[in-house]
Each structure stands twice: as structure tokens, then as C-alpha cells.
């Protein structure tokens, strides 16, 4: 089984449209996961990277959500347009992407 450097987990849940809080799945996460996919195939990263899709992540407020493990970094409001940033700054140069940090990761903020 292969070992990779980077899962990264992509909520794609849907919800009732009547719950406030909206989904992931509504939001664009599946767009979001095969962009990733799609992104990390065109930078021969398939060996490094995976993206899965995920139930619910329990962020549907700031979804769309995504984490990356083995860190537990957690991104949310994630928008297609985030996709490159993340994989070019979060995968490449192991930095984090300061803005789309989900609520909750005050540990992870660069204090500079």
C-alpha cells in the first residue's frame, strides 16, 4: 500500500436544503476535490498526494472544508480559485495558507 505525504480530505456532504448551515456538497466540494485531483495529476504529484472525498467534516459553517493530514491542518471556505494556492504553498513549500484557515486552528497562525 503506498504511503502517501499529503492526504488531503475534502467534505462533499450534502444536506437538507431547509439546514441553515448549508453543506460542503451544495458549496462545491466535489468540484473542489476533482480540481484538486486534476491539479495534482498535471504536477506528478500522484505519488505524494492523495484527495478523497469525505462525509461531514462537522464544518458545514465554513464549508466548504477541507483537512490535510498527517498535519490535521483545517481549511474552510475553500473556493475553487483556493485550489492552486493550497497545493502550491500548503503541498509544495509546506507553509500553511494563513487565510483559509478554519476557525479553531489558532495554534497555526503565524505570529510574524
Known amino acids: 500500500m503506498p504511503k502517501y505525504d499529503y492526504h488531503i480530505f475534502v467534505c462533499e456532504n450534502v444536506r437538507d436544503k431547509s439546514d441553515p448551515r448549508g453543506s460542503c456538497g451544495e458549496k462545491g466540494g466535489k468540484n473542489i476535490r476533482a ?3 486534476k491539479r495534482i495529476a498535471e504536477l506528478g504529484l500522484k505519488s505524494r498526494v492523495r484527495a478523497n472525498s469525505a462525509g461531514c467534516l462537522n464544518a ?3 464549508g466548504p472544508s477541507i483537512v490535510i493530514y498527517p498535519q490535521g491542518v483545517w481549511y474552510g471556505r475553500v473556493t475553487e480559485d483556493d485550489v492552486e494556492e493550497i497545493l502550491q504553498k500548503h503541498i509544495i ?3 500553511v495558507v494563513q487565510r483559509l484557515l478554519a476557525p479553531g486552528q489558532d495554534h497555526l497562525q503565524d505570529k510574524t
Open 93 to 95: 513549500q509546506g507553509k
Open 60 to 62: 458545514c459553517g465554513n
Open 35 to 37: 480540481l484538486l485531483k
